[in-house]
């Protein structure tokens, strides 16, 4: 147990994580570890079944899925990442047991009813559209094709309009009977009832799932070679991605990564590269660097947008920055201040309802326990100035660049 957290596992093998915190909203849902890469090259499948969950189960049409939650004033919602997909809903606190019976209908006896899958692959080719119109988004989507060339994980989660118009129920259906079983999935929940309670709804839902997974293999993409592809488009700035392949998300030196990659780009205005392109010298409004884990392999990109006669001043000044931190051993007080920044932001984003949830889920998940607040605090205060040297190192000078003139 980690700050009030109980982690349990039900009847079936599926794993549960519950935290109670008084207040008045709840918070509950499910994690399954299957997103875009295991789809065995049906593109936008994981993404479109997360779609169609809510358009009928053998005991609810869509209108009633709709209903459910937001006739008490709560929310119903999705989102699928590369390598998970969560089903969860926010809602006053009283109604936890009324959002896990449907959320467990959605997972257990979805149908995908043909008229419903017609009316939202139109709604999803309108989203890729929507998305290809907007290069500062798609962008990241083509440098990972690039960086992932020929892996699962290039292609976009969206998938095509192609790919798309290929996806039917059986896809659906099949995706669902082997991804969302029990050994591949978490239920988690934050509310006000105790723990017991909590447990005995989950096992009441979800006990009736017993099917084995059925999961196409991963595949750890092969490194790239160093590229630098630029692509002519109709746009009014030129947008660039630079970024390199880090590893995964259980390696020793994630925090590490992760302190370099708040310290480049992360939420502050006081980021080394916002300060050095944006704050100086008015190059770009907009730079932000991601770090992004999975759980093989891992991607640092960093993000600019900037009018054409500025890209190069940019570029530059990108890989200086890196170069430099490669080569310099950082200031004890540069390195505490950077420190203090990201600990504290962790503690700021701790007290969102959803993030709290959602982390727990994914940390059960992919690690089998959650780490407090304080515990990553920990870890992030004993990195050293050679740890964040040292990973700088593995990406300066062996960066890829993308770039939409």
């Not at 839902?205 to 196409?216: D, E, I, Q, T």
Request: a negative charge; glycine letters at 6%; charged letters at 20%.
């Amino acid at each position: 147990m980690v700050d009030n957290i109980i982690i349990n596992t039900l009847s079936n093998g599926i794993r549960a994580v519950y935290l109670k915190r008084l207040g008045n909203v709840g918070f509950c849902g499910v994690a399954v570890n299957a997103g875009s890469r295991d789809e065995a090259h049906r593109y936008g499948l994981a993404h479109f079944v997360e779609h169609t969950l809510f358009k009928g189960t053998h005991r609810r049409r869509a209108w009633h899925i709709i209903n459910r939650m937001e006739l008490v004033g709560g929310e119903l919602n999705a989102f699928t990442s590369k390598e998970e997909t969560l089903v969860y809903s926010l809602f006053p606190a009283q109604h936890t047991r009324r959002a896990l019976e449907l959320i467990a209908d959605l997972v257990m006896n979805s149908c995908f009813p043909h008229k419903e899958l017609e009316k939202e692959r139109e709604v999803v080719i309108e989203e890729i559209q929507s998305y290809r119109d907007t290069p500062s988004e798609a962008i990241y989507d083509d440098f990972e094709d690039y960086i992932f060339d020929g892996n699962a994980l290039g292609h976009n989660i969206l998938g095509t309009e192609d790919s798309l118009r290929q996806l039917s129920g059986i896809d659906c259906r099949r995706f669902i009977s082997d991804l969302y079983v029990p050994e591949n999935m978490v239920v988690f929940g934050v509310g006000n009832e105790c723990a017991d309670a909590f447990f005995k709804m989950a096992e009441r839902y979800f006990s009736a799932m017993h099917h084995p997974l059925v999961r196409p293999e991963r595949i750890t993409p092969v490194v790239a070679q160093p590229f630098s592809h630029i692509i002519t488009n109709d746009h009014h700035q030129t947008h660039c991605v630079v970024g390199a392949p880090t590893p995964g998300m259980h390696h020793e030196n994630k925090y590490a990564l992760l302190l370099l990659n708040n310290m480049l780009g992360g939420p502050g205005m006081n980021s080394l590269l916002n300060v050095a392109i944006r704050e100086r010298r008015g190059y770009a409004y907009t730079v932000e660097s991601a770090a992004t884990l999975w759980s093989d392999c891992g991607l640092l990109s960093i993000y600019f947008g900037c009018d054409n006669a500025n890209y190069r001043k940019c570029l530059k000044i990108i890989n200086n920055t890196l170069d430099h931190l490669a080569t310099t051993r950082l200031s004890e007080r540069a390195i505490s201040a950077a420190k203090n920044q990201f600990s504290g932001q962790l503690l700021v984003s701790s007290e969102s309802l959803e993030s709290t949830a959602l982390s727990m889920a994914k940390g059960v998940m992919n690690f089998g326990k959650v780490s407090s607040v304080k515990e990553i605090a920990d870890r992030i205060r004993a990195i050293s100035a050679d740890e964040v040297r040292n990973v700088a190192a593995t990406i300066a000078g062996k960066c890829s660049t993308l770039t939409f003139e």
